[in-house]
Nanobody
Framework: QVQLVESGGGLVQPGGSLRLSCAASGWIFSLDVMGWYRQAPGKQRELVAT??????????DSMKGRFTISRDTGKNTKNTVYLQMNSLKPEDTAVYYC?????????????????WGQGTQVTVSS
């Protein structure tokens, strides 16, 4: 069973930076997609950024240029993903969740399994 553990959240002033980390355990192969989502109070969970095992990235428009997602490439750390957040704004305040997707073949059918972390709080306030 894949488990995701996030770290790096906290309180930061507007304009500041934070770096979130998410480490997956329980799976020795590369997880096909890893990413970050966030949920602010009273709002739906939304995409922040994703990265594939091949390094392709995707960002929500409002995060482009401020947030950078990256992934370790080491043999034993390939399922660790980071989110560097710069120029933080109060509206970035949310719980940030790590997500991983494993794609597999079951007979002739392509399936996928999704895993979520517990979330880490990011608060941007002066």
């Amino acid at each position: 069973q894949v488990q995701l553990v996030e770290s790096g959240g906290g309180l930061v002033q507007p304009g500041g930076s934070l770096r979130l980390s998410c480490a997956a355990s329980g799976w020795i192969f590369s997880l096909d997609v890893m990413g970050w989502y966030r949920q602010a109070p009273g709002k739906q969970r939304e995409l922040v950024a994703t990265i594939t095992s091949g390094g392709s990235t995707n960002y929500a428009d409002s995060m482009k240029g401020r947030f950078t997602i990256s992934r370790d490439t080491g043999k034993n750390t390939k399922n660790t993903v980071y989110l560097q957040m710069n120029s933080l704004k109060p509206e970035d305040t949310a719980v940030y969740y790590c997500k991983a997707v494993r794609v597999y073949m079951s007979g002739s059918t392509l399936g996928n399994q999704t895993y979520w972390g517990q979330g880490t709080q990011v608060t941007v306030s002066s």
